[in-house]
């Protein structure tokens, strides 16, 4: 559960820092308006890092949630199987023989 937490934090972390550093590059690419240069990189690069970020956050997002779904529906299973093995009686050959 730790092992989960942590990758789908770090990855939010992650993203939201990429998605930080293109508005920074945004922004500085903007201050550099006397070079056409540089105004046209960093409105670039900010751009294609603002949506790498909003892309990763969603893709971290979607697999956190995938994951959830998948220990949930183990955890039913794993239910369903003790149920079964409770009303057979017996989890070997199921003759429904108790004690």
Do not use: C, H, P
């Not at 900010?46 to 994951?67: K, Q, V």
């Not at 299973?77 to 009686?89: P, V």
Request: no cysteine.
């Amino acid at each position: 559960m730790l092992k989960d937490l942590s990758r789908s934090l770090l990855g939010r972390l992650v993203s939201l820092g990429i998605f930080a550093l293109g508005f920074w590059v945004l922004y500085q690419g903007l201050l550099r308006e006397d070079n056409l240069v540089l105004l046209i990189l960093g409105v670039v690069a900010g751009s294609a890092l603002i949506l790498g970020g909003l892309y990763l956050m969603a893709t971290t997002r979607r697999l956190a949630a995938r994951r959830a779904s998948a220990q949930e529906a183990q955890r039913e299973t794993e239910l369903t199987q003790t149920e079964l093995e409770d009303i057979t009686g017996d989890s070997l050959d199921g003759s429904r023989k108790g004690d």
